[in-house]
């Protein structure tokens, strides 16, 4: 989707100048885009902005596609006021919490507030053969001196079919799981750090 990191560098200091001229909170950068999913489509983003400004909220949106236009990318934008956050029991601001990334401060949102989002994946192998079980389990940990998946991922096996790993890697981890048929559940929680 992206051609490169520099193009990401530009569009990030492209939003984060806007956020100074319009005078919003900030910018969080959210769904399969952050999660790093293989085939995302869009980019996702949500503007947060005082409760005064709501009136304004149209406009700020509408300045900040015409500003992105230039990029050959697909934009979704969202807003939030400021009041949701404190108010809670938005879906959107869940989302915030567990996967958005700051534009303004370059960090996830949840880092920010104090705490580390991460996924839990609970699985089964039932039905697995044990020697579809034990190259699933290569694949996971590694063999031989080579590193599993969970290595890259940052994830870690915390049970037995328990593992968890940063919010951004869910979607490469789901993927996999698929591509296996493993049957899986997926929560979302905040560490204190």
Known sequence: MLKNQKEWSDISKDMTK????????????????????????????CVVIQDDA????????D???KLLEKYALKFHINH?????????GDTLVKTMLSEGTSI???????????????????????????SKRVRFHYLLRGRGGSKGILSELKGRIIGDGVIT????????????????????DI???LFES
């Open 165 to 184: 790993l940063p919010v951004s890697k869910e979607d490469i981890l789901k993927e996999i799981f698929t591509k296996w048929d493993v049957k899986f």
């Open 63 to 65: 300045s900040l596609y």
């Open 54 to 61: 709501e009136n304004r909220v149209m406009d700020m949106i």
């Open 18 to 45: 806007w956020i100074k001229e319009e005078g919003a909170i900030d910018i969080i950068v959210f769904g399969s885009f952050i999660r790093e999913k293989s085939d995302a489509n869009d980019i996702d983003l």
């Open 80 to 88: 939030l006021l400021e009041k949701n956050f404190v108010v809670g």
């Open 104 to 130: 303004s401060k370059n960090k996830p949102v949840s880092e920010i507030l104090g705490y580390s989002a991460k996924s839990i994946f609970t699985y089964s192998l039932k039905g697995f053969g044990a």
């Open 187 to 189: 929560r979302r929680v």
